[in-house]
């Protein structure tokens, strides 16, 4: 008769007898970056891997995601494993892609190593004859919300209609079976220790603008011109006028950059864009910061005469982390990594789609150390494979087996204790309610 213990401690050790593949592969993919909804040679190689382990992987959904399963021997709970494929354009990152820019400066490409080293380990340890219910093991694409022109472009072509891959997934049905839900992200940042886990995350919103002037001679005629450059700094300085109405305790970021500028220099210009998120604690939040964001957007074009076109678009929805699969992570790191080296933390600015997942399911998102440099900055790199790509794997594969062990006992507690903050219904009903394209004419 195997104990949970001893079912655990193979599933570590077959983890280990695949160490170097599993570091081939994070390495692998980490000179590989791709961005959001292209990742198409890192959905192949996870495509190729669940293969390689006999199962029957299902690929290209939402574009690019790559979903594989297995049964334990009884019926229950359906728990999906994590790993985003994505990198993101961050200049002057040393092992960028010269083509698209696209970098591994959020350490994604240990999530990988890690969902496909679970994979591994629990399969070569034959732990799902011991299990109940089912493990997804899930290559999820496009959690970096940029490239956003793009994706506007392959939401009007009926390609996509969220623009983050969680959410495109939730929308397509993907997690439609799934009970609760789980990744790891990798961090550099000292304070998380070598695991730890926040409370919640904010959410977002994302927003295009475009400031429409008149071209004209800018030496010649100027005044035969409205400068939507301008228009756009002043838009620019309104939301920075604004930044002390916001309340410490919404964590409200926002952070506008200039995508177009102008066309040519002795013209003026007549066709600006920006891309912002509006962040923060709450939904409740993030729309009143935007309400203001759009206020300030006006200003600029009022002063200039210039029109501005916002464009909201859903984004991500805050997360929560459930304190119940945290317990067990946390024991796990324990465990494995001592009790000094874990930690626990109270809420985060960044965003992420696994608060989608937590609006709709029990959901865990805590973080892994191994890595240095700033998170989305040119120098941030894995320095330590071990922590982040094996033990992500064993992290994984330990919850894994902690909830779906006796009958998914534990899986169990936690699905009938969760009330949903929406259905998944909701969900998708909230998220098409913020599309919204505004169009204000600062000349009349
Ligand atoms: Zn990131
Ligand atoms: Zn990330």
Redesign the pocket.
């Known amino acids: 008769m195997t104990t949970k213990k001893e079912l655990k401690d193979s599933v570590c050790q077959a983890i280990d007898r695949n160490a170097e593949r599993i570091i081939g592969l994070g390495e692998r993919i980490r000179r590989q970056p791709e961005l959001g909804f292209k990742e198409f040679k890192t959905a192949r190689l996870a495509e190729e891997t669940f293969g390689e382990l006999g199962l029957k992987p299902r690929s290209g959904l939402a574009l690019t995601g790559v979903r594989a399963e297995v049964a334990g021997v009884k019926d229950g709970p359906t728990f999906a494993l994590l790993g985003e494929l994505d990198g ?1 354009v961050v200049a002057g990152h040393p092992i960028a892609d010269p083509e698209t820019g696209a970098a591994h ?2 350490g ?1 490409n240990a999530q990988m190593a890690g969902l496909l080293g679970a994979a591994m380990g629990l399969c070569e340890a034959r732990a799902f004859e011991h299990l109940a219910g089912r493990v997804v093991f899930f290559a999820v694409p496009a ?2 919300y940029g490239d956003v022109e793009w994706r506007v472009q392959q939401a009007r072509a009926g390609r996509l209609e969220f623009l983050g891959g969680k959410p495109e997934l939730l929308r397509l049905g993907h997690f439609d079976d799934v009970d609760l839900a789980m990744m790891i992200h990798t961090t550099s940042q000292p304070d998380m220790k070598k695991a730890g886990v926040a409370a919640s995350n904010n959410g977002c919103l994302v927003k295009t603008v475009r400031y429409i002037g008149r071209a004209s001679h800018a030496g010649g005629a100027p005044h035969m011109g409205i400068n939507a450059l301008y228009a756009a700094n002043i838009g620019l300085s309104a939301i920075n006028a604004i930044r002390e109405t916001f309340r410490d305790e919404d964590s409200i970021r926002v952070h506008p950059i200039i995508t177009h500028g102008g066309s040519q220099v002795n013209v003026i210009p007549a066709d600006v864009r920006l891309e912002t998120y509006v962040r923060g604690k709450t939904v409740e939040a993030i729309l009143d910061a935007n309400v203001r964001v759009d206020r300030a957007l006006k200003a600029g074009a009022l002063a200039l005469g210039a029109q501005v076109e916002i464009e909201t678009l859903p984004g991500y929805l805050p997360l929560f982390n459930h304190e119940g699969m945290a317990k067990y992570f946390l024991a796990n790191a324990s465990t494995q990594l001592g009790a000094d080296n874990i930690t626990q933390m109270g809420h985060r600015s ?1 965003s ?1 789609d696994m608060g989608d997942l937590s609006h709709v399911m029990p959901t865990l998102h805590p973080y892994l150390g191994g890595a240095s440099g700033t ?2 900055g040119a120098d941030f790199t894995i320095t330590d494979p071990k922590l982040a790509y094996i033990e992500n794997a064993k992290q994984l594969a330990l919850m894994a087996v902690d909830m779906l062990w006796d009958d998914a006992q534990a899986a169990k507690e936690i699905i009938g204790a969760f009330k949903p903050r929406l259905t998944r219904d909701a969900y998708l009903t909230f998220q098409r309610g913020i599309n919204k394209t505004e169009l204000f004419d600062g000349a009349k």
């Open positions: 993101l400066a959020c994604h959690e970096e960044g992420t998170g989305h």
